[in-house]
Structure formats: C-alpha cells, structure tokens
C-alpha cells in the first residue's frame, strides 16, 4: 500500500507553482469553478425560481408493454392546486417524435416515438399523463387521481427472445432494428490457417449512468420567444432538436444548461420531459419546471450497455493473431433515441484494440425490448470493444500457456511503426506502448506478484491472487465531421470558439463545448494564456447558454479539448494576427518584422514594443488603425478534426478472490496512461480516477435488473450499487507523454479512458485468479455469488443446469 | 383543512440567523432550505438517504436533509454549506476540496463538505482508514474518491496550522 502510495501522483502534492518556462499550459491550476461549487453559489436548474411558476410532474406506465384504452383525467384536474392535466392525445398533434440522428443503415426501423404515450406503452416509466400544479408536492398528488386502463401485451426482456420468430412483438416492424456489418481482410483464410482459436460470448449488462444531478427542466415564454433551462450536455444541439421536434423557430428559442451536475452521457440526450416542459408552456403561457427524482430517473434516463458479445480470435502457435470475428447483439431498449444505434458502431472500429492482425469481421444487430432504450454511457461502444478484445487477449494467453503481457508484445504496433492504419481502417497517429506498460509493470511490481500468485496456487490458499491486464486503446475527439457523414450520423463533429479582447485587455472566451465538471473554464483559460499571453486571471470563459455560445456542438465522446480547444487556440491564432497588424502601425513596422512572445509584439531587433493590452485599448479607441482595418481584434474559429485521437495506456489490477466466499478484493490497481500533452494535470488525473472508478463499477458492482414482465428492479441508490470510496482502491497513476500529431495541442481525450480501460483489467484478475479452478469467465458484475457460482460450475463441469444446488 | 394543506410554523436558526417559515408537515428539510427559505446550496441527489449530497449538520451533526421532515427541526440550529465559513472566507474543508480536486461537477460537494466538518472536528488528525470510513457514506460520481480522501487530510493539516496546533498534524502517515 505505501509503496503504491509513494508512486501514485497525489494531486495535493502537484504544486500549482510548478511552472516551466512561465507557461500555464501543463500547469496544475486549481480551477477556477470551485469557488463557487464548494460554497453553494450555483445555478442549477432545480434552484430556479420564477414568477407564476408551475410544476409538472408525470404519470409513468406500470408496465412494461400494454395498450392504453383510455385515459381520464377529469378528477385530477380538481385536486388542489392542479392547473391542468395532459395525456397523450392532448399533445398527440403537436408533440412530434423524439429524434433520432444516428439511422445507422439504408433500412433500419425508427419507430415513432412520441414524448408522452398515446396508444401503447413499451417500457415501465414511459410518461402517460402529466399533472401541472402549483406546487411540486400537489402536482405529484394529484397524479393519483388520473385513471389509466391498459390493455397488457406481452413484455420481451431479452435480445434472443426478441429475435425469436413468434415472440411478442415491440414494434409493427418487428424487433429487429438493423444489421450493420464491417469487414476487412480475408476472415476466412485467417481463421481456416489459424492453430489455436478461441471463442467467447461476454455479456455487456445494462447500466444506469447516474450522473449524481436529476435530470431538471424549467421552460418559459414571454408570449414571443422561448427559454428552457435543462440540465443537458448539449443545449446546442438541443435547441436545434427541440426546434424541429416543436417547431417553435431556432431563433425563438434559447436553451440554457446553467450548473449540470455530471452527464457521462446520460445528459447528451434529446428527451420527453424537455419536450414536454416546452408544450405545457407553449400551452398554458407560463414558466414550468420539471425536476425527476432519483426513483423516475432510473426508470426513464437513457441505460448504457446491454449487449451480446460473440468473439473469436484465431492466432498462430506463436501467438501473433491472425483475425477476429464479433457477432454482436445491441439491446436498444423500446425506441432509438438520439445516437441509440450508433453506439455498438462507436466500437465496431476498436476491436483489434492495439493489436495487428490480417483480418477483421464485424456484425451488429440492434434489437427492441421492452425496457427503458440505451443510448450513450461513458465510452459508449468503446468500452464494449475493449472488454471484449482485453478478455479475449487474456484468454489466448491462457489456451497458448503464454504470459499476457509477452503475448501482448508479440501483437502490438510498435512504436516505431506510428503512425498505423488497423485493420479497422482507422490511422493511429501515434502511441508508444512499450513505454507505458514497462511504466505500468515497474509500478506495479508484476513480477513479484505473478510470484505471490504461484505461491498461493502451490499452497492450494483459499484466497487466490489474480493479475489483469489491459492494454488499451480507444478513439475518441468526436469527431470527423466527414466520418461521420460516412457513418450516417445527422450531423458533423467540428467545434467552435470566439475569442473577444476587450477594451481594457481583458479576454472573453465563447465556447460550444459545454462543461459539467470537465473544468473547461479553467483549462481552456490556461490555453488562452498562453495563446495571447495574457495573465490566467485575466480570462474568462462563457458557455452553455445559445444566446452567448450561439454555435457548437457540446460535449462528449472525449471531443471538448481535442476539438474545442483546437478551435480556441486557432481563434487566439486570428486574433494575434489582426494584433499584430495593430501593432505594426502604430510603431511604423512592417507586420513581417513584429515578433510576438508572452503578450508583447516587438519590432524585430529593436526595444520597440507594444503589449497586447495596449493594443486591445487602441483597437478599442480605433483613431489610429490601418487603412480598412476593421476595428476589432475578436475572432471565431471552427475547428473540424481530420482523426481521431487515441488515447493509449496500460492498466494492471491485482485482485485477491476468496474462493470459499467468492469475495473479491482489489489489491492494487496501476493505471499509466498517454493522453498525449497535457494542459492540467491535476484534472487530467481527476478524470482518470473518476473514470476508473466507473470501470470498475461495471466490473464488481453495478446491473440494472429486470423481471420477466419488465419491472426494473433497481430503482433506487440502494438497489443499484453505487461504489463509495470504501468499495474502491487507491489507484496508482502515472502517464507517458507521446503528442498526438493531428492538432497543434499535441492533446489527445482523457474523459473516457479510465473507464475502457478498467473493467477488462479487473474481470482480466478476476478470472485468473481462478484459472487453476477451470474458471474461464465471470459475468460481470463479479458479485462474490457470480463468483461463487462460476467456481462450482467449474468444479462441477457435468452440470449444465446453471445451479449449485 | 387536510393533513397535506395545514401548515406548521417553523422556527430555527441557519447560518446563524433564525429563520422561518410555515409549511406542510410533510415538508422534507431539504425542500424547506431549497426552496423556502432559498438556500439552494443543499442538493438532493436521491430523496432515499443514500446518496448522502443533501447532508447538513443538525446542531453540529450531519444528517441527510432528505431523510428529515422540516417539522422536526422546529427550535434547532442547522448549518449548510453556505455557513461553513464566514462571508467571502473558504473553511479548512473547503479549501482542501479545492487543492485536492476533490470535486469535479461539485453536486455532491455540500455534502461531503458538511460531512467531513463534522468529522473533523472530532477527529482532528484522523488515520486513512478513519478517513475512508467517514466519507463513505457519501457518493460521488466523478471524482473516484481518492482525491476526496486526499482534501480530508489536507483539511486536517489545514485546520491544525490556522488553529495553531501543530502538535496535531500528525494525520498523514
């Protein structure tokens, strides 16, 4: 433990004074968003009020799937304190469809998805009616008081049942949404040549992404234009969603996301209640506000995962893999929403991981159930892939007798070989994964717990220790806008920035990224710091609102630094250039022979200079500027990646396995990670932990459980489980620097990372730890049952019933 | 009148300054702070006790504010994260949050911050193992607690140097 301790960065040891050069960039700042969030001066959208305010509060299907025969609402609108009450047919001209923009395929089925149920229901939670009160508490009172008959149709829970002929039916259509295929190289020839092929099926269970803010809505009119206030990842591409689901005009509406208290993509949704909240108020002409509760959230916020994963990798004797095959089964849950089918393809790319390989066979089907739909959850696609290539890699090294780490090395691009188009398709640009694991196996010691391992198997110890691996990589900087053009995605991925220089030298920066708890205020006034040389102080940065960052597209998908800190830099770049032509006039240069370093532009060779500030102020006055130079120094930029970014590293786990129990117990965990340069260590670091700690959840902890009929059983923080601090362990991070050569950052995404990484690296420990026992898998979450039961169906491999008992 | 419509008169001081306001009897102290009397610093992460963002101290002690009826304050004093220090100050805790990163989105925050005051003040110089235990019944979902670990021994070592003890900062191994 100390000795993991003495190696890890400890974020209160990194000093803020620890400058190179008087640069910020690469500098931990303490950020600049804490004073206001540890003292309670936040805006959230809970804490609006306003006058004439109403609450909406909604009446959600018991079941699963059912035909709504009639709706009465009639007592409920006498309940006190009730200023109206809606069902679906009340809206059903108006309320439109809730988008979808990812229509995967030339025939997928995009099933009309009204905001509030009008005839049928499809998943338990699924809005019905709603109640608008003057108060929180009496709209969710008289919700009692509507009456609801439901026909009941048949819920269907699984995929397998779902694409069974004869089953219940989700849709018209049928539950098939579509088949996506990817292939390169001859599989056929890989897989024929091949000596050793190994075949798994790993099942992805479905997670609730439980940002810790509910998911809240104030909407409100001034009789002309609009406002709505969401706890949203995305207000701008809301408010284009929004304008075509209500069509209430762009440029009437603005949306606000003030405060938001987390996402990983939960947030990055277009949903029900903000269209709702839209129409109540476009209805009845006054401001509403909609908060869920942890309860309703779990039922009706977009799950992550939920897939089927059929994989095969076949290699040579030596270990060099030759090819792999995945056959995927993505649960949609009951409609697509906004990038829903386009999540299992975010990894179709990353299943050859890091590896090379001759060939490379990939198909996708999306199918409907009877549950809450899936939509993005930190990594969306890519942790998935991960999980299964990391396993898979783990479990050729088993079949071959070969440590995983060697056969590793036999299989990844070098680095030397940067930059690498896999047989994906996709162009690394750069990585060094030597670098990161010798980091990763110095830090963690692997030697001499591989030698505690033999140790405890010889003894026959009843606690086992286990050693994963997972060296990952993963695509992220959403994205290419022409990619995803090629993909059928509705929209690019380019990011945009103003940068304003005001009169007294002071900088306003406009981002369409829009943060929640990335600490984009702090770091992107670092980069422009450095950019103009300004003083940190002295920048400030805007976002969130469309009637200040009118143009963007938000933030996931590891995209807001890799993207939008692009476009920041490049909008600094314009700005220096107009300075500079400022500057030249007023000392009587040529604008070739100004130099510009640390916010001073100085005639070359002489002690002739003017600050940026200084320029600022006399661009300002604007009585002596250039011929035709128009008077101002601010400028936009909009930056469209060419690549992706791929983050890289190498994750080691250490977990001791009671194999009387099944109880687990992460030992050591070492993260090294490359995300290129970085521009804040500590929130690079906090965005590791907090990334690892997801994957891990995925590992040990977390499941959304369904009945047969549908009912999500986990409805509540304490039947979801949640890690605390005293189910995690400390983790010991350290990173390689190798910059990525597709944006002059040099920067590559960080948010997701920890999370693809981890859950291989924990299951990876887990199983190996019981190899010796004929265990080859655990499904996740590895609870001490799950464990317990993989033991003694190995034990017992006559068995095939499943049971111990 | 029914029992959701009569309204109990409640009088306490937050902040240390008494406040008061007539509610229903079913009014959750933590609606009572948001939204009655506008301390909106409190947040409710999970309105089942679990979460642990909604704690506050109850006459120095934390307790989940979305576990307590309002009523049953009546007479008491309650500190939020908006009382933690005085105006324009930041209190040991919440500047150890701050150079720890100990919060990422921050909406969890009050109620570690109000958690780990209260500890703090019992166990000025807590061991590892006390301070993982005594954030442990709080959640947060960014930040992989180990930082938040970190800010509550550095509150501690904080707390000792503006208290004046050195005696006690001996909180880190």
């Known amino acids: 433990m100390t000795e993991q301790l003495d190696a890890g960065v400890a974020a209160w040891q990194i000093k803020e004074s620890d400058v190179l050069d008087g640069r910020e960039v690469g500098r931990a700042r303490r950020r600049k968003e804490d004073a206001r969030l540890v003292t309670g001066r936040t805006q959230w959208t809970d804490n609006i009020q306003l006058p004439g305010m109403l609450h909406v509060a909604f009446l959600r299907s018991p079941m699963a799937h059912a035909r709504i025969t009639r709706v009465d609402t009639s007592v409920a609108r006498t309940q006190p304190g009730v200023v109206a009450v809606f069902s679906g047919a009340d809206f059903a001209a108006e309320q439109g469809s809730l988008p979808c923009v990812w229509p995967v395929s030339e025939d997928i089925v995009i099933p009309d ?3 509030m149920a009008v005839t049928e229901v499809r998943y338990v939670g699924e809005a019905v009616a709603c109640v608008v009160a003057t108060d929180r508490y009496k709209a969710a009172d008289a919700l009692d008081a509507i009456e609801v008959d439901y026909e009941p149709l048949d819920a269907v829970t699984d995929m397998t049942s779902a694409l069974d002929e004869g089953g219940p039916k989700v849709h018209e259509a049928g539950n098939k949404a579509f088949t996506w295929t990817f292939a390169q190289g001859d599989i056929e020839a890989a897989f024929r040549d091949a000596a050793v092929r190994v075949e798994r099926t790993f099942v992805q269970q479905r997670l609730i992404p439980s940002a810790m803010e509910p998911r809240a809505v104030v909407a409100q009119t001034d009789g002309d234009a609009f406002t709505l206030h969401s706890s949203t990842q995305i207000p701008h591409i809301l408010r284009v969603m929004l304008a075509l689901t209500t069509g209430i005009p762009e ?22 209640e903000e269209v709702l909240c839209l129409l109540i108020t476009r209805r009845l002409g006054r401001p509403v506000k909609w908060t869920e509760s942890r309860s309703e959230g779990n039922l009706t916020v977009h799950h992550g995962r939920d897939q ?10 030596d270990g060099r893999i030759r090819g792999v095959k995945v056959d995927l089964l993505a649960d949609m849950g009951a409609y697509l929403m906004l990038v829903t089918p386009g999540v299992p393809l975010l990894g179709a790319f990353m299943y050859s991981g890091v590896y090379k390989m001759d060939a490379y066979d990939f198909t996708c089907t999306g199918v409907f159930t009877t549950k809450v739909p899936t939509d993005a959850y930190r990594g969306a696609g890519r942790p998935e892939a991960t999980f299964a290539i990391e396993r898979m890699v783990d479990e050729l090294a088993a079949e071959l007798g070969m440590d995983p780490i060697e056969l590793r090395r036999r299989n990844w691009i070098r680095h030397g070989e940067f930059p690498y188009t896999t047989v994906c398709g996709l ?14 196996l110095a830090l963690f010691g692997y030697d001499r717990l591989r030698a505690e391992q033999a140790d405890r198997r010889a003894r026959e110890d009843p606690v086992q220790l286990g050693i994963g691996v997972s060296t990952y990589t993963e695509m992220c900087g959403l994205a290419p806008s022409r990619v995803l053009g090629s993909l059928s995605y509705g929209a690019g991925g380019w990011e945009h920035a103003s940068v304003r220089v005001l009169p007294t030298g002071k900088v306003e920066v406009v981002t369409g990224t829009s943060p929640h708890g990335q600490g984009h205020e702090t770091a992107w006034s670092q980069i422009v710091a450095d950019a ?17 960052s009118y143009k963007g597209m938000d933030t996931y998908g590891s995209r807001s630094l890799v993207v939008g800190g692009v476009a920041v830099v490049q909008a600094c770049e314009k700005v220096k250039e107009k300075a500079r032509q400022v500057a030249a006039h007023l000392m009587e240069a040529s604008p070739d022979d100004i130099e510009f370093s640390r916010g001073e532009f100085r005639v070359r060779g002489t002690g002739t200079s003017r600050t940026i500030q200084e320029i600022a102020l006399a661009t300002f006055a604007a009585h002596d500027l250039p011929d035709g130079f128009e008077p101002r120094l601010d400028a936009d930029a909009t930056f469209d990646p060419d690549n992706f970014s791929f983050p890289h590293g190498t994750h080691l786990c250490a977990v001791e396995v009671d194999t009387e129990t099944g109880a687990t117990r992460i030992r050591s965990y070492v993260a090294v990670d490359d995300v290129g340069n970085v521009v804040n260590p500590l929130i690079v670091e906090g965005q590791v932990h907090g990334g690892i700690a997801q994957g891990i959840a ?37 990173r390689t620097e190798t910059p990525a050569t597709t944006n002059p950052l040099g920067v590559k995404g960080v948010g997701e990372a920890g999370t693809i990484a981890s859950t291989p690296a924990v299951v990876n420990a887990v199983v190996d730890a019981l190899r010796p026992y004929g265990v080859r898998d655990v499904p996740m979450p590895c609870t001490p049952e799950r464990v317990w039961r993989a033991l003694g169906q190995a034990r017992t491999p006559q068995r095939t019933d499943g049971g111990l008992s | 009148m029914s029992e959701e419509t ?35 610093g409190t947040h409710v992460g999970c309105e089942h006790g679990v979460c642990g963002a909604c704690t506050v101290l109850l006459d120095g002690e934390p307790v989940r504010s979305c576990l307590t009826f309002a009523v049953t304050v009546d007479g008491h004093e309650v500190t939020t994260v908006e009382g933690l220090a005085g105006d324009n100050e930041l209190s040991p805790v919440q500047r150890a949050f701050t150079e720890c990163h100990g919060l990422q989105c921050g909406f969890c925050t009050p109620g570690f911050l109000c958690a780990v005051t209260a500890f703090l003040r019992d166990n000025p110089a807590p061991t590892e193992e006390e301070a993982l235990e005594a954030v442990s019944g709080n959640l947060c979902r960014c930040t992989g607690y180990q930082n938040i670990i970190k800010a509550v021994h550095r509150a501690a070592e904080i707390q000792a140097e503006t208290q004046g003890r050195p005696e006690d900062r001996g909180g880190r191994a």
């Not at chain 1, 690394?428 to 010798?438: H, I, K, L, M, Q």
């Not at chain 2, 409640?10 to 079913?26: D, I, S």
Request: charge should be negative.
């Open chain 1, 427 to 440: 162009t690394y640009d750069s990585g060094n994964y030597e670098a990161a694991t010798d980091r990763a």
């Open chain 1, 698 to 734: 995925q590992a040990l902890f977390e499941e959304a459980v369904h009945d047969a009929d549908g009912n999500l059983l986990t409805t509540t923080m304490a039947d979801y489980l949640l890690p605390s601090a005293a189910d995690l362990p400390a983790y010991t991070t350290d």
């Open chain 1, 113 to 115: 998805h009204p905001p």
């Open chain 1, 308 to 317: 089927l994963q059929r994989i095969s990798v076949a290699a040579d004797a």
């Open chain 1, 251 to 272: 440029h009437k509406l603005r949306v606000v996301a003030p405060d938001v208290g987390g996402g990983f993509g939960s947030k990055l949704q277009v949903t029900a």
């Open chain 2, 6 to 40: 009569t309204r109990y008169l409640v009088t306490l001081v937050v902040n240390g300054v008494v406040r008061e306001a007539a509610v229903p009897a079913r009014r959750l102290l933590s609606d009572f702070l948001r939204h009655d009397l506008g301390l909106t």
């Open chain 1, 532 to 548: 103009l040389g300004v003083p940190f102080e002295d920048v400030a940065v805007l976002h969130g609102d469309t009637s200040s």
